[in-house]
């Protein structure tokens, strides 16, 4: 029983890790190429955001564990991010439902 925990475990924290370098990866193609900095600067902006995240987890242990407990900081930033992607997920369908009226209504116009 220990060994399997042991591989969900490992296969987690490998997933964790291949999303976090992918993330990566294609933050500096995207600075790169649409918002066009140069490499230097590409690099610089996503090693301080790499930086930034594994010092904020760092910082959110400490504060789960010293002041708010497991179980409410997982509603909390459970919340937070729900908030966040619903908020994305409604901008998205917002934008590609202007795209879908505003095109129809060239092409039938």
């Given at each position: 029983m220990n060994l399997n925990l042991c591989g969900v475990a490992a296969v987690a924290e490998l997933n964790e890790r291949l999303t976090t370098l992918g993330i990566a990866v294609n933050l500096v193609t995207y600075l790169t190429g649409t918002m066009h900095l140069g490499n230097a600067e590409?690099?610089?902006?996503?090693?301080?955001?790499?930086?930034?995240?594994?010092?904020?987890?760092?910082?959110?242990?400490?504060?789960?564990?010293?002041?708010?407990?497991?179980?409410?900081?997982?509603?909390?930033f459970t919340a937070i991010q729900a908030s966040v992607s619903n908020s994305i997920l409604i901008t998205f369908f917002h934008i590609l439902f202007s795209l879908f009226f505003l095109s129809s209504a060239w092409i039938i116009g």
């Open positions: 590409s690099a610089n902006v996503v090693t301080n955001f790499m930086g930034t995240s594994f010092m904020l987890c760092l910082l959110g242990g400490f504060v789960a564990d010293s002041f708010l407990g497991r179980y409410l900081t997982i509603a909390i």
